[in-house]
């Protein structure tokens, strides 16, 4: 039953390396396959997260003493695999989405020219056991647009997907956009979201600037989303008149 359990976590793409091995230096062949099939129905339930961790790689040396093979072998032979996939670790895909929301916030940036807009403030996301500062809770850049002595408030929450997931973008979880449109509220102050949506965070093929009170979910369809595409070749300019960011 330990062994079952520790398989449940190995995953996957660690699953063939053992069945390769197995099967190959069984002594009991048909009785090992078996158990690998029965192994393999619980492991299809888990997510390969692609890397071999401190973890894993005791599991697998145990199951291999268990089963009366050689551990270094083992862990050879799934180190191999691992290399030759070339697979994105779980903390890898985690740093590169980071990264890319990063950088599109970068991008953004940047897109506001400094002859009109003065960014007054660029809130973190740090929080450690539900603890976090105050600008964790409201949208990602804090802009005062200055046109002809008169001075607008505008806020910008910047969000880039690589892609849709059927046909839509989850551009905030629900508490976040109740957030968001609370701070909106509460601050007077017009938010909108920033999508890129393609390429990188540092070079999106797309980008749509979506008015926050337009939105009725925390999702937008592809549909709908084309009536708020922007030239990505061009500035941002906030309208204060009809308070439109374009």
Not at 196 to 219: M, Q, Y
Request: charged content about 25%; glycine content about 6%; aromatic content about 10%.
């Amino acid at each position: 039953m330990n062994t079952i359990i520790g398989v449940f976590f190995i995953g996957g793409l660690l699953l063939s390396v053992l069945v390769s091995v197995f099967i190959k230096r069984s002594k009991n062949g048909k009785r090992k396959i078996a158990q690998l099939d029965n192994l393999q129905h619980v492991v299809r339930m888990s997510v390969a997260d692609g890397v071999l961790t401190a973890n894993e790689r005791a599991l697998l040396q145990q199951l291999a003493i268990d089963n009366e093979f050689d551990p270094n072998e083992i862990i050879a032979q799934a180190e191999q695999q691992l290399t030759e996939t070339g697979a994105f670790s779980e903390t890898q895909l985690i740093d590169k989405n980071k990264k890319n929301g990063d950088d599109f916030e970068k991008y953004v940036v940047q897109k506001f020219s400094k002859k009109f807009f003065s960014l007054k403030e660029w809130a973190g996301d740090k929080y450690v056991e539900g603890r976090y500062a105050l600008t964790t809770i409201q949208p990602d850049l804090l802009f005062d647009f200055t046109l002809a002595g008169q001075t607008t408030r505008l806020a910008v929450e910047c969000k880039w997907r690589e892609k849709t997931n059927r046909n839509v973008i989850e551009f905030a979880k629900p508490e976040q956009m109740a957030r968001y449109k609370a701070y909106g509220q509460n601050e007077g102050v017009p938010v909108f979201v920033v999508i890129g949506l393609g390429g990188t965070g540092a070079a999106p093929e797309r980008l749509f600037i979506l008015p926050l009170d337009k939105a009725v979910s925390n999702f937008v369809h592809k549909n709908q989303l084309k009536y708020f595409e922007k030239n990505i070749n061009s500035n941002f300019f906030f309208d204060v008149k009809s308070q439109k960011l374009r």
